[in-house]
C-alpha cells in the first residue's frame, strides 16, 4: 500500500497571506495521480486540485497551486490570498494508475486556520 | 444532478446492534468506494463496489463488515455487533470509473456506538 505523509498537524495564516503544505509519499509507480482534498467543519470532502504525475507541468486552480516534485515524491499545496472560508482540515490522497486499483490512500491531514 | 446521498447523517447505536449506512452514488456512476474516518486521521479506504460486484475488500476488517451495491438501490455498508471502536465518520464516494474519472465523495455518516 502506497504511504502518505503529511508531516504538519496544523497551519496558521493572516488572511491575504500565503501559505504552503507539505506532502510526501512513497511509491514505486511510474505513472500515478495526486490530489488535494479540502474537509470545512461540514464535513464535506471537497477535491481542490489534482495532478497527474506524467505531466511536468503543475496544476493551479485559482488561488491553489502545487509543486510537484516527482523526483523527490513531494508534492505540496500552496493557497495564496487566503481567505477565512479556506479554514478546513487539507487533505493529500494518492492514487495508482493501475486499471484495477482506483483506492485513494490519504494522509493524516493539516489543519489549516485562517486568522482575520 | 444530486450529489452522493449518505443517509443517515447521525446514528447512534449501543453495542451489539447492528448499524447500516446507505450511499446512493450521482446520477450515472457506477462505482462506489467506502472509507472510514477515525477523529484527526484521514481516510481510510475500505471497500471499492461496482454494481453486484465487490471489486476490492482489502480495506475490510475480516468479521462483521460487510458491503453491497444492488442491481437496484443505494449502496449498503453494513457492520454487525457494533463495538465502541466501530465509532467513526464513514464516507461514500462514487464516480463513472476509470483511472481519470474523479471521485466524488458524501457528507459522511457519523456512527456513534453507546
Known amino acids: 500500500a502506497q504511504t502518505v505523509t503529511q508531516s504538519q498537524p496544523e497551519m496558521s495564516v493572516q488572511e491575504a497571506e500565503t501559505v504552503t503544505l507539505s506532502c510526501t509519499y512513497d511509491?514505486?509507480?511510474?505513472?500515478?495521480?495526486l490530489f488535494w482534498y479540502k474537509q470545512p467543519p461540514s464535513r464535506q470532502m471537497i477535491l481542490v486540485i489534482r495532478q497527474e504525475a506524467y505531466k511536468q507541468q503543475n496544476a493551479t486552480e485559482n488561488r491553489f497551486s502545487v509543486n510537484f516534485q516527482k523526483a523527490a515524491k513531494s508534492f505540496s499545496l500552496k493557497i495564496s490570498d487566503s481567505q477565512l472560508g479556506d479554514t478546513a482540515m487539507y487533505f493529500c490522497?494518492?492514487?495508482?494508475?493501475?486499471?484495477?486499483?482506483?483506492?485513494?490512500?490519504f494522509g493524516a491531514g493539516t489543519t489549516v486556520t485562517v486568522r482575520a | 444532478n444530486a450529489g452522493v446521498m449518505q443517509n443517515p447523517r447521525h446514528l447512534v447505536r449501543r453495542r451489539g446492534q447492528e448499524a447500516r449506512l446507505r450511499c446512493s452514488p450521482m446520477?450515472?456512476?457506477?462505482?462506489v468506494y467506502w472509507y472510514r474516518q477515525l477523529p484527526e486521521e484521514g481516510l481510510k479506504f475500505m471497500v471499492y463496489?461496482?454494481?453486484?460486484?465487490?471489486?476490492?475488500e482489502s480495506g475490510m476488517p475480516k468479521e462483521r463488515f460487510s458491503a453491497e451495491f444492488p442491481k437496484e438501490g443505494p449502496s449498503i455498508l453494513r457492520i454487525q455487533q457494533v463495538v465502541r471502536g466501530d465509532s467513526a465518520a464513514y464516507f461514500c464516494?462514487?464516480?463513472?470509473?476509470?483511472?481519470?474519472?474523479?471521485?466524488?465523495f458524501g457528507q459522511g455518516t457519523r456512527l456513534t456506538v453507546v
Open positions: 464516494a462514487s464516480s463513472e470509473g476509470g483511472m481519470n474519472t474523479e471521485a466524488f
Open positions: 511509491t514505486s509507480e511510474n505513472n500515478y495521480y
Open positions: 490522497a494518492f492514487m495508482s494508475s493501475r486499471w484495477d486499483d482506483y483506492k485513494l490512500s
Open positions: 446520477k450515472g456512476h457506477s462505482h
Open positions: 463496489l461496482q454494481k453486484e460486484n465487490i471489486i476490492d
